[in-house]
């Protein structure tokens, strides 16, 4: 079945050591978001990819980067995890069609990141 | 984006219908009106979507208000599966920006054995 893939589901990482979290789909579509969702909170936007075109949020901190290499995959690398990163990083994808086209997110099971 | 606002949380008995309301007052004629659902250790699932007329899926069943100030999210027999957070969240596919979805608090559905 074509999906959104989140490696790894659990990621623990000390207080400002780098930590780089993945997502690949399988669905060959031209929109990859990340999300950031904190404890009882709804998902917020941090950043997205159309195709190679990199949009960040405004309020996203610098601290929070992103790559992506081609189509399938997509990175979220926290430069210096600070304990307030804690928290569940969703990826979604979505094809982006002509203005005016409905586009259904997918979304992966998320990456739960502890920061000791 | 226009914004909505859902109860914080409801509650339901198993194999009976559950309406979660959404209001939208401030919609624009273009907003489409999405619903996403996000179960316990998972990311959101899409739900439904409708722009003016009422609309049916496998999942749930959206009835749009007249002036489309408000929606209903209608599931027509709860089943345990189905609690979750339940987002309402309003799409304009014609502005720029790629229609990433903005998240409000939604609402907490808990269904009861």
């Known amino acids: 079945d074509a999906m959104v893939i989140q490696n790894p589901r659990y990621q623990v990482t000390q207080f400002g050591k780098p930590v780089t979290l993945s997502c690949s789909q399988t669905l060959n579509h031209n929109v990859m978001y990340w999300y950031q969702q904190k404890s009882s909170q709804a998902p917020k936007l941090l950043f997205h990819y159309y195709d190679k075109d990199f949009n960040n949020e405004a309020d996203t901190p610098d601290n929070f980067q992103s790559r992506r290499p081609n189509t399938s995959f997509c990175f979220l690398d926290i430069r210096s995890p600070g304990l307030g990163d804690a928290a569940m990083y969703l990826c979604?994808?979505?094809?982006?069609?002509?203005?005016?086209?409905?586009?259904?997110?997918?979304f992966g099971p998320g990456t739960r990141l502890t920061v000791l | 984006d226009a914004k909505t606002t859902q109860p914080n949380s409801m509650e339901s008995n198993e194999e009976e219908p559950v309406h979660l309301p959404c209001n939208h007052s401030t919609i624009s004629g273009t907003d489409y009106i999405h619903w996403y659902r996000q179960l316990p250790s998972q990311g959101p699932e899409y739900v439904i979507h409708g722009l003016t007329s009422n609309v049916n899926n496998r999942m749930a069943s959206l009835a749009i208000a007249e002036d489309r100030k408000s929606s209903t999210l209608i599931l027509h027999r709860a089943t345990l599966r189905d609690a979750a957070v339940y987002y309402c969240i309003l799409i304009n596919p014609w502005s720029s920006g790629n229609t990433p979805l903005v998240f409000g608090k939604g609402t907490r559905l808990s269904v009861i054995a």
């Open positions: 979604a994808t979505s094809n982006l069609g002509t203005s005016g086209t409905f586009n259904e997110q997918f």
